[in-house]
């Protein structure tokens, strides 16, 4: 891969994360020392109001009308800043660190950033065979061809999702009517300028996520427990080490936008109790957009900071009762400000809580397996006990602090629900884990993401303990000498106290990173299981034609694959239509027809007829698979032997071939007959209503 497009997907997906949302912040008020955590956040919940708001409005979703409308959001804010604001009421008087500060704190953090940030990177370019591995499981092409989709589309729609999957049928049945599209449409503005594959740059956003954005928000998420900056830098400098959160969530599926939501989350608890906290109600329009941000995402994200945030309440109510009242205040302002702007994007969602709350995972071991999963913070890799360690440190250490005892709550929660999903097919507490789509890795990966912090907190209670130890010898050894403390021996032994803590936090990480190196290279193979550059669902052959398919299919045309091989990636690698185009798209009774008798098209005419009606005039044929049971569909097993298939183009293990329907009965006009059925659906060829839907294939599922 050049170096060149690499270097400008980089740039571009850098600005697209951090730029709107820092531009906002400045307007806002927002402390410059927190924006590189939350802008994110306030970018990306600007931008899904904008998308979602300006399209009830007609606003195309294209780089320069959302650049132009940033900027005009910006100024208005800006000015409402000015123009409200009193006196200092926009900045943040106290210390970053509180009482805990020292000289070089920031130095401290900045190392721990950028330990954890190339760790992950690491590991994650690594799997991904230097960025140009492919994943091949489940989610991944769905993603791309999302990301393709609203960049020729131009539309910030959440329902394109359901004309997308299904144009055979009414959509209103369908059991994928909306989707959440937030982050598919914020790179929908940049990707198109690259010149890189999509593939290439979802791992190229993924690398720029582990690197700087997860150490981030490991100490966004830490701040709303401490301020103390060695357990902020260790946090963030473990952050890359563990298995289940983030790497478990990316070598299967993989879930690139429920990553990027939790990588949210941190940022919106930090924000939100800053605000609250500070009385700042110039920050509200920030809460708000970052509440968006987290349902536009994933709306699932909300029953994470949810509890957090609730929990957190409850212990500053007990402390502070009365003068809790204002804060209270400020984050219902925030909700409700949420709720005005987040209205469209609630009611699409709406739309998917019936088909999120329907599925359903089986336990993959009993309850002590789970209990001994949390323990040892694995889920089918690697125990890590020297993470646990850390972690049970971090427990000791918040248990002995009573103001941080309301963490636990969160912590606990997840844990019960991570124990339940493992370790149960029990339904009780269903609705609990509806929201995840009952997904036992999505729920340990939140827990685990909850507990990284601890781990910090742990290294720094252990690294206080030796400074105190320090602080004490050091005492003794100047009465004994001189009978009574001096001030310079007083001076000598304060001023060695932060020496001593940081020296035996590096000293405590660095033994753990040695000790912790299989953990590293257990991540890059977690990653590598199902990421290849020749795999088994694509092949690189496959992805060859696939990328030159425009070469011998037209761009209106519709081609008949199965969509249990790497044909769903065709839209997104090669801008061409396939008639299925996820895994777990049903056929309609019509497409299942023609998938199962296509060989039959001269000798039987209903097959014949649901052909011309589905507009089919090329197939696409490949060996690969997205499981290794599933079985290529019958009309598609020789496509050689069928003489009204003639073949366009083959590259290893994929073909394309074109039908002649001149050979057939009834020839071509029969085709050119149904085509008015079809109707186009917005500015992208393709995505076709047929006027005489069809039901969806009784089936339990298609791979």
Not at 83 to 100: M, N, Q, T, Y
Not at 547 to 574: E, F, K, R
Not at 632 to 641: A, F, I, M, S, V
Request: overall charge neutral; glycine content about 8%; some cysteine.
């Amino acid at each position: 891969m050049d170096l060149g497009p690499l270097a400008l997907s980089v740039a571009l997906i850098a600005l697209v994360w951090w730029g709107p949302g820092w531009l906002l912040g400045e307007a806002l008020g927002i402390r410059r020392i927190l924006l590189p955590a939350v802008a994110p956040l306030i970018g990306v919940g600007a931008l899904a109001s904008i998308g979602a708001i300006g399209h009830l409005a007609g606003m195309a979703w294209n780089a320069l009308t959302v650049a132009i409308t940033v900027l005009v959001l910006a100024a208005v804010l800006f000015g409402v800043r000015v123009a409200v604001r009193r006196r200092r009421a926009a900045a943040d008087p106290e210390p970053f660190f509180g009482r805990w500060g020292y000289r070089g704190a920031w130095l401290t953090l900045a190392a721990g950033i950028l330990a954890g940030g190339v760790v992950a990177a690491t590991s994650w370019t690594v799997g991904t065979e230097g960025l140009l591995g492919i994943n091949q499981d489940w989610d991944i092409p769905w993603h791309a061809n999302m990301i393709r989709l609203i960049a020729e589309n131009q539309v910030w729609d959440p329902s394109i999702a359901g004309n997308f999957a299904y144009y055979d049928t009414n959509i209103a049945d369908a059991p994928i009517r909306s989707y959440p599209i937030a982050f598919h449409a914020m790179l929908a503005l940049v990707w198109p300028v690259t010149g890189v594959a999509l593939p290439t740059f979802l791992n190229v956003f993924v690398v720029l996520m582990m690197a700087v954005q997860l150490p981030l928000s490991t100490v966004a998420l830490g701040l709303v427990v401490t301020r103390r900056p060695v357990a902020l830098a260790a946090a963030a400098a473990v952050s890359g080490w563990f298995t289940v959160y983030p790497f478990d969530l990316l070598w299967r599926g993989p879930l690139i936008p429920f990553f990027a939501g939790m990588l949210l989350v941190g940022p919106f608890c930090l924000l939100a109790v800053r605000a609250a906290l500070g009385r700042f109600w110039l920050w509200v329009p920030a809460i708000a957009f970052g509440a968006v941000a987290l349902i536009a995402v994933h709306p699932s994200l909300a029953f994470v900071v949810a509890p957090i945030l609730v929990f957190w309440f409850i212990a500053l109510l007990v402390r502070r009762r009365l003068a809790a009242v204002v804060p209270a205040l400020v984050l219902a302002a925030g909700a409700v400000l949420a709720a005005v702007l987040g209205l469209p994007i609630i009611q699409q969602m709406l739309k998917e809580a019936e088909r999120v709350s329907k599925q359903v995972w089986a336990a993959d071991t009993d309850r002590m397996g789970a209990i001994q999963n949390i323990l040892l913070l694995h889920h089918g890799s690697t125990p890590q006990p020297i993470l646990s360690a850390m972690v049970g440190l971090g427990v000791v250490a918040l248990l002995v602090r009573p103001k941080m005892w309301w963490y636990l709550a969160p912590v606990l929660a997840y844990a019960f629900l991570s124990a339940y999903t493992m370790g149960s097919n029990s339904t009780l507490f269903a609705s609990l884990t509806a929201p995840f789509y009952d997904d036992q890795w999505r729920i340990f990966g939140i827990l685990v993401m909850l507990l990284v912090p601890l781990a910090g907190l742990g290294v720094a209670q252990l690294a206080e303990a030796v400074g105190w130890a320090v602080r004490r010898f050091r005492s003794e050894r100047g009465r004994r000498a001189q009978g009574e403390r001096t001030t310079a021996a007083a001076h000598a032994a304060s001023s060695a106290t932060p020496v001593a803590v940081l020296a035996t936090a590096a000293v405590v990480l660095l033994l753990a990173g040695v000790v912790a190196r299989p953990y590293f290279a257990e991540n890059a193979a977690r990653i590598e299981i199902n990421t290849k550059v020749d795999g088994a669902t694509l092949s690189t052959a496959e992805v060859r034609l696939l990328t030159h398919i425009a070469d011998y299919v037209p761009q209106d045309a519709t081609v008949l694959n199965d969509s249990c091989n790497g044909s769903v990636w065709m839209y997104a690698l090669g801008n061409r239509m396939p008639m299925i185009r996820h895994f777990e798209i049903l056929p309609t009774n019509r497409q299942l027809l023609v998938l199962q008798k296509l060989p039959e098209l001269a000798t039987d005419s209903q097959a014949r007829a649901a052909a011309a009606e589905l507009g089919i005039e090329y197939v696409y044929i490949a060996d690969g698979t997205i499981r290794a049971w599933d079985e290529p569909k019958p009309g598609l097993t020789h496509p050689d032997q069928i003489p009204f298939l003639k073949l366009l183009a083959r590259d290893g293990n994929a073909a394309v071939y074109k039908l002649d329907w001149d050979s057939l009965p009834g020839g071509r006009a029969q085709l050119e007959a149904r085509a008015g059925d079809r109707h186009q659906i917005g500015d992208v060829p393709g995505i076709l209503l047929n006027s005489d839907p069809d039901g969806i294939a009784p089936l339990g599922r298609i791979c």
